[in-house]
């Protein structure tokens, strides 16, 4: 191998020693991020508040209580108790409940047939009308006397053959999203749009989910009920307008040849041994994630946002009641798109029942369209050895494990995010089809998470950036995006407006809070932002050396780079800045806020910004795109 710009010796030994160091950080994070793992599952397995939130889900299932007939009393001496009450409402679907703190109403016994106490309630004399059941730690499940025919029913685990028969279904849910993200690459293009064969299966992944989304929306938020059959229409329907469409609006586009760009490999000191420490890295911080998963199961946002929503859509057969059921669920962010629990719901409809193991699974598939689609563009522009360092500085980091089968939307966010950015890069290097599947990819970009319309906004002002003296692009890729994002976001809007679904950031006098303290507001942001990207670890969340390779990137960032590291780099940063516009604004406790959710927003961007950071510093190409 051959280099068509030779790295000079001490730029090469000192991209060399920082590979090196990022790999022992990493190693050392993914240890740490394994102790703790084994640490939080001993302790959540001794939990009395989760021990006794499922032993009452356990009880309420036994006795088939009916959905609009259980109370729950919870008393203000007790810190969890809200706690309690949200994780009740995710493991008791498709039930209910009605809330109380500290006393029941008159006549609660004629009304509801079962009552749970939580903590300090305990303590309080059972009300006339109800007799006690049964009894764990913090909780305690009483009946009410005018309740007759009492019975517990067996519950018997699922057969071989039922299990079985059910995960083959819910594969072949999973095969059909990337089949039909596959036909809708090969109507826009015969050519391979991605480099590898497994770079092809992550986009076709994220574009069948998106037209999943975009199509099956519209006829459910008509029929207030979500069923299998809108799906595959909506997967259909995706197909043929990408058939239809591409040869309409692309219709005497001239659209560049396959552009051959030979990769400069840079030859590091001992580039083999570097290569196998890095696999060795992966591997192991790919074990801790599955096991981190399955030990610590969905996390916070999980159970009381996402998951939430596609468990009711799973138990109450496709019913759309959760998401204007404010009452119940005011916590839940009803405001916000459904493609993470449209894409649970798909699945585990095919599979007959819901399973935080599909979860799981689905929150895996999108951890790896990540590694691949980073590995994948790496090898257009870096080479491999730079590629697999950078797939394990990524699975290694504690943040990036953790929220990888957790339930959250970040990890599928992020997946949208890095592949919109290689969609835009394809794109203005001339790749047949790219503009046309970059436009499902924001249509998915938008729709899984409100970040979404900050990251759309980042991608088309870094896009205009970008083209600045190729009008003709320039008007052709926003003609076609916006139409892509107003076909994907405007059902959802308008179902938000006819249900009032509204942020929680939007409330009266934010805008006057937020002037009044800019300035300060704005400094203490900039430092955590800065504070979180120094620390290295192994205490969460261990960013590794991440920082350093954007300070460097940024350095490197120059000459024959030219728009890939720019593209990248700028849709990151302006993320980030607008991130912190909403930090300016929220209405809530910033301290609180911060240390709540800037972990997770950086997690959005680290891909982007890792993969920005290595072609400005590797990056070579012999014949430029656009010399």
Known sequence: MHLTRPLQARREKILAG???ASLLVALVNTLAAWRRTAILEAAWKRNPDELSAQWAARQIEAFGARPAAIALLLSHRNPNAIWFDYRLHYLILPRNFDLFWDVLPQNANRRFAFLITYGAAQAQPLPHGWRLVGRAQRASLSVSSSYGNLRRHEQRPPGFFSASLAACLGLVSLMVLVIGGWCALRAVSPARVMATWWGELAIAHLVGTAMLTCGCSPIAFIAQHFALWEGYVGLV????LSWAGSHIFLRGRQEAAVLQRETAFPHFPQER????????VLGIAFCVTVWQGLALGIDWD?????????KAFVTQGGSLSVLHDSYHFFYAHLDYPLLVPIQTWWTCAHAGSYSELWVQGIGLLFTMDILALFADFCLRVVGRTPAVVGCALLLAMPVFSHMALSGFADIPLAAYLIAVGVGG??????ERGALWVTGWLLAGLVLTKNEGLAAVLAMLLAFLYSTRGRLRLKRQGLALWLS????????????????????DLFVPGVLQRATSQTLPHLLYILSEWIFHLLRFGPWYPAWGLLGVWIGLGLFCCGGHVRETARLFGLMGLLLLTFDSGVYLITPHDLHWHIATSMDRLLLQVVPLLLLAAFAACFGNWRHDPLS
């Open 18 to 20: 920082l590979l090196f």
């Open 237 to 240: 329907s995706g197909v043929l």
């Open 273 to 280: 041994v570097l290569s196998v420490i890095a696999w060795g």
């Open 302 to 310: 999980g159970y009381s946002i996402w998951q939430l929503k596609a």
């Open 425 to 430: 890069t394809l794109t203005l290097w001339g």
């Open 484 to 503: 892509f994002l107003l076909l994907a976001y405007l059902p959802w809007a308008l179902m938000k407006h006819r249900w009032q679904l509204t942020s």
